[in-house]
């Protein structure tokens, strides 16, 4: 009963969708300004019938119907709740259902925001959801059904994915990253909206939807750093980012969103970028579907994809419907698009956006040929490819540690142009950074040139971000006679954008350090060992103290316990063990990290034999590592403190410069490696 009713509720949203999709434009023709509001309604209903269907799902899953096809594909009496609940979007058709209500929420806010303004820019956007959200409901009524009856009605099932069950993060990391994705459907259902209404000059589509694009934005970063951080405690390799196929596909659609918002504040500026700009939103929002193309199609082997039939054509040909319309769409309002202001000089805030923007482009075109070139190669010549960890590492490195630089040459520089004492000023103190960090890092024993200059640069540009911050608390100090404390937060609060881009900056630096240190530094053994014996790396010793073995609800483990040993004296316990599933041929490791701020000693449990005798073990040191999840969560802040409003505008105007830096140019999800 639950299945039939929710699937009904599609069935409705469905046509109320197309007849949204129907009395919308014609209202746009006719002036009928009722007719909007009822176009505006269809997007509310949408999103009122998407929900009845995603908690039925909920009531399904915990009421353990095994009637509806979903809940016995993935349900189990066995299951806890709360992973019960999160398998909501553990399999393919789930997870189209909570993408389309997603996508429902964000339709349905953007469009009630904004409902009031004039003109025909709100409507078209409406029209652009309704069009989006009708893709997703024909898969999820056709062959993507979660609700499907199933006959006779089995008494148990498989349970979730075993992965799924394995770590917290994994009730994190999607819900993230289908925020992040789904909040990129905003800015580009505006911009479609200005083109149809021909309201591309007027960039008041940027203005309505900078915000949403930065909380998409930063959410995205935030699931990008919560599915790096779920590798590493989950998957027992020790590392975070493998250049997967699905992992790459979630960071193309954030470096494109990454340069769109630097580049955009020039053209709120100075008018100049506009065709650039729409390109980068229609591209962003096209990778946010090919990632779920490559996600769901079952055309990729990866931890992250799922197996599944003809659902991949219909993404297809959604990405070349929406690739055909934007192109026509830009032909016609290119008169329009053309750029009215010019770059006064190279040494200029403009020039190093403009090269910010173009090292991202590369950079995101070098990730998307490597992944998908092998699918090409396979499908024109038949022939297996292999693109791994080396031709990454090889062509993106470089655009790295450029991107690094400029990060701290974009804040020094003012707009428009810059006198020579004026570059000297700016641009000579950050050296002394520049200079202790790599000294630091040769004392350390990074000796790879990409990790030297990584070090290099994050010196130079963190300390000039944090000149840009002294500064400005300088001025207010003079001005106001505040404290410093004070003078800070009055200074961050007179202009959030460009001070919450520059803390973002931070958050990017810390992750730098982490990757280049872990990567460049890591130390690691195996070693099987008996109970009382001791396997020791870069200083790091642990003893065997046993092995065992427990049934919980859903599974059985064998794990073993290691004392850590400083001085003689045991300071703590670390307990690698395996899980082993029904359903799973093979166990899933779970390691056990013991973190300290200088970074990570990491175990897992590779082997044991069955009556505990021993027990092999890879023990593996890597610096600096949580660096990387605490400066993810920097960059999350830097975002949120730049979606905040202005507090008071007026005043920030005269102590500090009025034009924002933004959010940080580049993450790196990488290694570097010599």
Same mark, same amino acid.
């Given at each position: ?7 009904? %509720?599609?069935?409705?949203? !469905? ?23 009822? =176009? ?12 009845? =269907? ?37 399999? !393919? ?25 004039? #003109? ?25 059904? +979660? ?11 498989? #349970? ?59 959410? $995205? ?13 989950? $998957? ?23 340069a769109y918002l630097h580049s955009v504040m020039v053209q709120q500026r100075h008018g100049m970028l506009r065709l650039w700009n729409l390109n980068l939103v229609v591209g962003t929002f096209i990778l946010t579907i090919l990632g779920t193309f490559l996600t769901r199609s079952g055309i990729l082997s990866s931890v992250h994809a799922f197996t599944t039939g003809p659902i991949g054509f219909y993404f297809l040909g959604f990405i070349t419907l929406v690739l055909v319309c934007t192109m026509a769409m830009v032909w016609g309002n290119s008169e329009k698009l053309r750029t009215v202001g010019r770059f006064d000089s190279p040494a200029s805030r403009e020039t190093v956006l403009l090269l910010n923007n173009l090292f991202l482009t590369a950079f995101m075109f070098t990730v998307l040929v490597g992944t998908l070139y092998p699918l090409v190669a396979e499908a024109v010549r038949g022939v297996k490819v292999s ?42 103190? +950050? ?64 202009? &959030? ?42 200083? /790091?010793?642990? /003893? ?46 779970? +390691?056990?990290? &013991? ?23 890879? $023990? ?32 920030? %105007? ?7 830096? #933004?959010?940080?140019?580049? %993450? ?7």
């Open positions: 009963m639950t299945g039939f009713f929710a699937h009904n %509720a599609l069935l409705v949203s !469905l046509a109320v969708i197309l007849f949204g999709l129907v009395i919308g434009p014609l209202g746009i023709r006719r002036g009928r300004r009722d007719w909007i509001e009822i =176009a505006y309604g269809a997007v509310y209903t949408n999103f009122l019938l998407v929900t009845i =269907a995603t908690l039925s799902m909920v009531y399904a899953l915990v009421t353990h119907d095994f009637s509806v096809s979903y809940v016995a594909q993935v349900g189990s009496r066995e299951t806890p709740l709360f992973y019960t609940v999160i398998s909501l979007w553990g399999a !393919l058709e789930g997870s189209i259902l909570f993408w389309a209500w997603v996508l429902a929420l964000y339709s349905s806010a953007a469009v009630w925001i904004n409902r009031q303004r004039e #003109g025909n820019l709100v409507p078209y956007a409406a029209a652009a959801f309704l069009g989006i959200s009708l893709f997703f409901l024909v898969l999820l009524v056709g062959p993507a059904n +979660p609700f499907l009856p199933v006959s006779p009605v089995p008494a148990d099932g498989p #349970g979730p994915n075993p992965l799924l069950q394995n770590h917290i993060l994994m009730a994190v990391h999607p819900p993230l990253l289908y925020l992040g994705y789904v909040g990129m459907s905003v800015p580009f259902a505006f911009a479609v909206g200005a083109m149809l209404s021909g309201e591309v000059t007027s960039d008041d589509w940027t203005r309505i939807t900078r915000r949403w694009t930065l909380a998409s934005w930063g959410l $995205l970063s935030a699931a990008i750093i919560a599915g790096m951080w779920w590798s590493y405690e989950v $998957l027992g390799w020790g590392g975070y980012w493998a250049w997967d196929p699905v992992e790459n596909a979630s960071f193309l659609p954030w470096l494109t969103a990454t693109v791994g960890e080396p031709f990454f590492n090889r062509m993106t490195l470089p655009m790295i540690v450029a991107l690094l630089f400029l990060m701290g040459v974009g804040p020094a520089l003012p707009w428009r142009s810059a006198t020579t004492k004026e570059l000297r000023a700016k641009l000579i103190p +950050p050296l002394i950074g520049a200079l202790l960090f790599t000294v630091g890092a040769l004392i350390a024993g990074v000796h790879n040139v990409y990790g030297v200059l990584a070090f290099c640069f994050v010196g130079y540009s963190a300390l000039a971000n944090l000149r840009e911050y002294s500064i400005g608390t300088r001025a207010r100090r003079s001005a106001h006679g505040e404290s410093w404390p004070t003078a800070f937060i009055r200074l961050v609060g007179g202009n &959030r954008r460009r001070y919450g881009g520059y803390v973002a900056h931070m958050g990017v630096f810390l992750v730098a350090l982490g990757v280049a240190a872990s990567s460049s530094l890591r130390t690691e053994r195996t070693a099987t060992l008996k109970p009382g014996e001791s396997l020791s790396v870069s200083g /790091r010793t642990v /003893r065997l103290e046993g092995v065992w073995g427990r049934e919980e609800i859903q599974r059985s483990v064998i794990g073993a316990t290691l004392a850590v040993v400083k001085d003689g004296g045991v300071v703590g316990f670390l307990e690698p063990r395996m899980n082993f599933y029904p359903t799973s041929e093979a166990p899933v490791p779970t +390691p056990d990290v &013991r973190s300290t701020i200088t970074g990570d000693l990491y175990a897992n449990l590779m082997a044991f034999e069955p009556r505990g005798a021993n027990a092999t073990v890879k $023990l593996i040191v890597e610096p600096l590592t949580p660096w990387i999840w605490f400066g993810g969560g920097i960059v999350v802040l830097g975002a949120l403190i730049s979606i905040l409003p202005q507090r008071r505008p007026s005043q920030a %105007a005269a102590f500090a410069p009025a034009a924002p830096v #933004g959010p940080p140019i580049s %993450a790196i999800p990488v290694k570097v490696e010599a």
